[in-house]
C-alpha cells in the first residue's frame, strides 16, 4: 500500500502553520515586528494561511484513503 504525500505535507504545514501563528500571537506587541510590516502582524496571517492549506491537504487524504476502501469493499 501506497502513502498518500498529501498526509505528510498536510501535517508538515498543520504543525508549522500553529507555530506560527502562537508566534505571531505571543509577539504581536512587539515593535521591531511591526516596524516594516505597516503594523500588520504577518505572522499571524501566514500561519492562519499555512494551517489552513495544511487542514485542506489532510482532508484531500483522508478523502482519497476513504474512496479507496470504497472500491475496495466493491
Do not use: W
Not at 498526509?7 to 502553520?17: N, V
Amino acid at each position: 500500500m501506497q502513502m498518500d504525500i498529501r498526509l505528510p505535507i498536510g501535517l508538515l504545514f498543520s504543525i508549522l502553520g500553529l507555530v506560527i501563528t502562537i508566534f505571531g500571537f505571543m509577539t504581536r506587541h512587539a515593535e521591531m515586528y511591526r516596524q516594516h510590516s505597516l503594523n500588520i502582524n504577518v505572522n499571524i496571517y501566514t500561519g492562519i494561511c499555512l494551517g489552513i492549506f495544511g487542514l485542506f491537504m489532510l482532508i484531500m487524504a483522508v478523502r482519497a484513503e476513504s474512496k479507496k476502501k470504497k472500491a475496495a469493499a466493491k
